[in-house]
């Protein structure tokens, strides 16, 4: 599992707070997490200051509408 937090002014760009990932062992199955109780495990900490952010070249995202009316219910409905 893998997770990071993003500050609210991210919102828009990313989903600010608390966001984990995980993919399985034999690496074929991931996801969100939305929930877990760690019973066992490594917990390591790196703070990153750089965000580098690499948007899709293509005429679909080109066309694509990225201002929703709800931002927070979209994103809540992706995160779900």
């Not at 828009?12 to 997490?33: A, E, M, Q, T, W």
């Not at 703070?47 to 899709?56: A, G």
């Not at 990225?66 to 809540?76: M, Q, R, S, T, Y």
Request: no cysteine.
């Amino acid at each position: 599992m893998i997770g990071f937090k993003l500050p609210d002014y991210m919102t828009g760009i990313n989903v600010p707070g608390y966001h984990f990932h995980f993919l399985s062992d034999d690496r074929k199955h991931g996801g969100h997490v939305s929930d877990f109780i760690l019973s066992q495990g490594k917990f390591e900490l790196e703070v990153f200051k750089d965000f580098h952010l690499r948007m899709p070249a293509s005429h679909e995202f080109d066309q694509a509408d990225l201002h929703p009316d709800d931002l927070k219910a979209a994103i809540h409905v992706t995160e779900s």
